[in-house]
């Protein structure tokens, strides 16, 4: 006989707040009046977004997996009373053993439980499905909200758990295990802690979206925190633009920035020398008060350390959150596509390898790695990257251990040596690739399709899943040409600093 839990079958209006919607009040209340009152001031999803929800979507449905007989409550958001009352009927069946997208309302506050699983002894678990391998703090107040919720509307809710993806978790012959692939944390006392906090955090989130002007709340620190806002862009759009803002110091505290700006101080030129900073802060201060780049140590001798021929590398990865190749984990780094530039006299040789199969790139990708790179010479990398990929290598493939042990002692990591000895005032603050080549040449990124390592990484499985053939080929050649771009970079980053090294230097930048 199916029977209604207490609550369940109560009047309802429209909510006024879903659980994002309070997660992301709880960051800002400007942000929650954004998301209610004015969503066009956020720029569209991109690739790299999208991609992020679908992955979630596919460790949902994985995760849905661990509960057979489980019931979906097919009732999307745009038809939530028909949700709650789907919802109502499928609690009241005791033959379902789970629900997957339940929906409750409480207090004008709606939300949709990832899974709900009936307990044998009676009562429920509450579970939250993330495609991270990590509990995160935030996802302890997630789970409250919902706790709240679903308490509120009369459910006899006896634990509260989020479920992760496993790190432990390899791949084997056979199709991922979905018992095995991820892990229950139980979060039911933390959550249980932050349920006295909701009501008035409701309260106040619901005046605030009573009143007709959006609240004011001037950007800061938590326009990052526990995600970057969207609406960031909005926010600033009338901020001041420095020649230098003092945000061009790396690892800038917010303790210290707000010190500076209780001194009135917003470029970094008007930094006094005698400031107490870090060392690079310091000489990041100084090239910008000179207006110069500076060169400090002997950058001329670590250059002439670099083994002829110099050749340069980069890779492109892929990290699956469901592990899709034997001895792999949840978002393990795949290399699929490589690229090397070979320096000559007058010109530069050029190489790769793109991996278009479906099957385990590692393998092939070695062996063509390998070729590439000959036996002697220094090979140029721009961040410890390389070296974490080729180290992965050699554990995936013990064969080609030796071989791959002889390119990771040849590896000079040129961000290093130019963190080390150079600072240029149009970094502005930043030592990546992609601040220092268009400070030291007059080549960017701008006139490609692919223009970041996760762009890249998101097109390529994509093209992996399509059938279109000229679909998938465009996107291959964009790949190459991305990472032909990266090794041409640090071609021509090397050949400048070489120029800035032989060239006289200040007494005082030697004495650095």
């Known amino acids: 006989m199916k029977t209604s839990p207490p609550g369940l079958g109560e009047s309802r209006t429209a909510p006024g707040l879903s659980k994002s919607r309070f997660i992301n009040g ?73 629900l997957f997208e339940a929906a409750f309302e409480h207090e004008g506050v709606a939300v949709r439980a990832d899974v709900l699983e009936r307990l044998p002894e009676g009562g429920w678990r509450l579970v939250e499905v993330k495609s991270t391998t990590r509990v995160k703090d935030v996802f302890l107040l997630d789970t409250a909200v919902q706790l709240w919720v679903l308490k509120g509307a009369g459910l006899d809710v006896r634990d509260a758990c989020v479920l992760t993806l496993d790190r432990r978790f ?62 960031l862009g909005h926010c600033t759009r009338h901020a001041p633009r420095f020649e230098h803002g003092i945000d061009e110091l790396p ?68 990290a699956p959150a469901v592990p899709r190749f034997v001895g792999t984990r949840p978002y393990a780094s795949i290399p699929f596509l490589f690229s090397v530039h070979t320096e000559g006299v007058g010109t530069h040789h050029h190489e790769d390898y793109l991996h278009e199969g479906t099957d385990d790139p590692r393998p092939m990708l070695a062996e063509r790695l390998i070729q590439a790179l000959g036996t002697r ?79 890249a990484s998101v097109r390529y499985m994509r093209a992996l899943a399509t059938d279109d053939e000229a679909e998938r080929q465009t996107i291959f050649e964009d790949l190459r040409a991305y990472c032909a771009r990266d090794t041409m970079a640090t071609v021509d980053v090397l050949a400048a600093i070489r120029r800035r090294a032989s060239m006289p230097q200040a007494e005082s930048d030697q004495q650095e």
């Open 26 to 98: 709880s960051q800002c209340h400007l942000r929650l009046w954004f998301d209610t009152h004015q969503r066009d001031y956020a720029p569209a999803v991109d690739e790299v977004a999208q991609f992020i929800f679908d992955t979630g979507h596919e460790v949902g449905q994985l995760a849905c997996m661990r509960y057979p007989g489980g019931r979906l409550i097919a009732q999307d958001h745009r038809h939530f009373d028909e949700a709650v009352d789907e919802t109502r009927g499928l609690i009241g069946d005791r033959q379902v053993p789970a």
């Open 377 to 455: 010479g220094s090979i140029c990398v721009y961040s410890r990257f390389e070296h974490k990929v080729i180290r992965g290598l050699i554990h995936a493939l013990p064969s080609r251990a030796e071989a791959l042990h002889a390119i990771l002692r040849r590896l000079v990591d040129l961000h290093a040596v130019i963190r080390r000895h150079y600072y240029h005032p149009a970094f502005r603050g930043s030592y990546s690739l992609k601040s220092v080549l268009p400070a030291l040449t007059d080549t960017d990124y701008d006139d490609l399709s692919i223009t970041d390592g996760q762009l």
């Open 251 to 318: 690892r800038l505290s917010a303790a210290k920035r707000d010190e500076l700006v209780g001194l009135g101080i917003s470029e970094i030129r008007d930094i006094p020398p005698e400031f107490p900073m870090s060392y690079m802060q310091h000489v990041v201060r100084r090239a910008v008060a000179e207006n110069r780049d500076l060169v400090r140590g002997d950058l001329e001798a670590s250059l002439a350390r670099l083994e002829e021929p110099v050749r340069h590398l980069d890779f492109e990865t892929f």
């Open 170 to 231: 390899v791949r084997t012959e056979e199709p991922p295990d979905p018992h095995a692939l991820f892990r229950l944390h139980t979060v039911l006392e933390p959550a249980t802690a932050l349920l006295s906090q909701l009501p008035t955090k409701v309260g106040d989130m619901k005046a605030m979206l009573a009143r007709a002007e959006p609240p004011a709340i001037p950007p800061g620190e938590h326009c990052f925190a526990p995600y970057t806002c969207p609406y």
